[in-house]
C-alpha cells in the first residue's frame, strides 16, 4: 500500500503562482509513477501531469504545458507541482496518484493509489 497527502492548495488570484506537495508513504519502492489529476467544479477529472520515479520523464496535458512544471524528490518521496500563470479555468480540486507500472500514464484508471484532494482556486 501507498499513502499520499496533498498540501499546498488554496486561493490565489490569476496570473499568480501556486506549489503543491505530494507526500508519499508506504511501500514508494513499488512505485512507476507519480501524477496530478483535478476535477473542475462540476466536470470530470482530468489528467495534468505525471512523471516517472525513477529516471523523471515527464508529461503534460495540453492545457498546462508551459505553465505548471512537476518534479520529484526521491530522497523525501515527495512530488511537488509548481503552478504559474495561474488561470481562473485552473480551478479545481488537485488529486495526488501513484502507480506501479509504465502503461495508462495518463488515464486514472491506471492509477493504483489516491489523495484526499486539495482545493485550488483562481480568482479573475
Known amino acids: 500500500q501507498v499513502q499520499l497527502v496533498e498540501s499546498g492548495g488554496g486561493l490565489v488570484q490569476a496570473g499568480g503562482s501556486l506549489r503543491l506537495s505530494c507526500a508519499a508513504s508506504?511501500?514508494?519502492?513499488?512505485?512507476?509513477?507519480m501524477a496530478w489529476f483535478r476535477q473542475p467544479p462540476g466536470k470530470e477529472r482530468e489528467f495534468v501531469t505525471a512523471i516517472a520515479w525513477s529516471g523523471g520523464s515527464t508529461y503534460y496535458s495540453d492545457s498546462v504545458k508551459g505553465r505548471f512544471t512537476i518534479s520529484r524528490d526521491n530522497a523525501k518521496n515527495t512530488v511537488y507541482l509548481q503552478m504559474n500563470s495561474l488561470k481562473p479555468e485552473d480551478t479545481a480540486v488537485y488529486y495526488c496518484?501513484?502507480?506501479?507500472?509504465?502503461?495508462?500514464?495518463?488515464?486514472?484508471?491506471?492509477?493504483?493509489?489516491w489523495g484526499q484532494g486539495t482545493q485550488v482556486t483562481v480568482s479573475s
Open positions: 508506504g511501500r514508494t519502492s513499488s512505485t512507476y509513477a
Open positions: 496518484a501513484a502507480k506501479h507500472t509504465i502503461v495508462g500514464l495518463t488515464t486514472q484508471r491506471a492509477y493504483n493509489y
